[in-house]
Nanobody, 129 residues
Framework: QVQPVESGGGSVQAGGSLRLSCVVS????????LAWFRQAPGKEREGVAV???????IYADFAKGRFTVSRDNSKSTLYLQMNALKAEDTAMYYC???????????????????????WGQGTQVTVSS
């Protein structure tokens, strides 16, 4: 069973930065579709950065211009660089994985948490203002 493992969360002041990491330890890592979601208390889990059916990274409106996804396939790691953090970014951040190529799904399917089979334990991001 595959379980992504997130790290890098913490408590920062507004305007600060964090880089989250997600390790997917599987020899078929490069076949996985990967995404970042977040969930604040009392709110639904929402996409932060997800792939579309063409393999491009789609950022939520709140993330555009501030968050950046990158990958290091040699380390089986997905990153989320978060800059200019705001108090409203406070949430548990999750890495999600799907053992399928992105082109097997449409954009909607890749944007919803129900599509993803493998989830990390989450890493807490707290931003104070």
């Amino acid at each position: 069973q595959v379980q992504p493992v997130e790290s890098g969360g913490g408590s920062v002041q507004a305007g600060g930065s964090l880089r989250l990491s997600c390790v997917v330890s599987d020899y078929t890592y490069t076949t996985y579709s990967l995404a970042w979601f977040r969930q604040a208390p009392g709110k639904e889990r929402e996409g932060v950065a997800v792939p579309d059916s063409a393999g491009r990274t789609i950022y939520a409106d709140f993330a555009k211009g501030r968050f950046t996804v990158s990958r290091d396939n040699s380390k089986s790691t997905l990153y989320l660089q978060m800059n200019a953090l705001k108090a409203e970014d406070t949430a548990m951040y999750y890495c999600a994985a799907l053992q399928a190529y992105f082109y097997n799904y449409d954009d909607y399917g890749l944007s919803i948490p129900q599509t993803y089979k493998y989830w990390g334990q989450g890493t807490q991001v707290t931003v104070s203002s």
